[in-house]
Nanobody, 129 residues
Framework: HVQLVESGGGSVQAGGSLRLFCAASGSTYSMNCMGWFRQGPGQEREAVATTYVKARGGGGWYTDSVKGRFTISQDNTKNTVFLQMNSLKAEDTAMYYC?????????????????????WGQGTQVTVS
């Protein structure tokens, strides 16, 4: 099993920045991909960014609405994945979740469907006004 704990959420004005943290513990060797998802009020959970944690040099996939503003990165020595969020907009307001999965396809940054992820954190709220 893998345990995930998110932190770093909060309230910020439009145009501001936040950095989300996702600390993993337990059977972290089983992790291949990490994803950040978000769910706004009355909305479905959507993938924001994903990464293959064993990729050299980092990198990831981003949903179109956050490209150029959000960056997913990782510190494998600390089993932590980050989501740097810049130029935040009101529409970024949501509960943000990190998740991990063993699923991975060569050449991809990880599944985009939440159903493919096995372990989830409790979420951290991001509010942009």
């Amino acid at each position: 099993h893998v345990q995930l704990v998110e932190s770093g959420g909060g309230s910020v004005q439009a145009g501001g920045s936040l950095r989300l943290f996702c600390a993993a513990s337990g059977s972290t060797y089983s992790m291949n991909c990490m994803g950040w998802f978000r769910q706004g009020p009355g909305q479905e959970r959507e993938a924001v960014a994903t990464t293959y944690v064993k990729a050299r040099g980092g990198g990831g996939w981003y949903t179109d609405s956050v490209k150029g503003r959000f960056t997913i990165s990782q510190d494998n020595t600390k089993n932590t994945v980050f989501l740097q969020m810049n130029s935040l907009k009101a529409e970024d307001t949501a509960m943000y979740y990190c998740a991990t999965t063993r699923s991975w396809r060569y050449g991809s940054w990880g599944p985009l469907s939440s159903s493919a992820y096995n372990y989830w954190g409790q979420g951290t709220q991001v509010t942009v006004s």
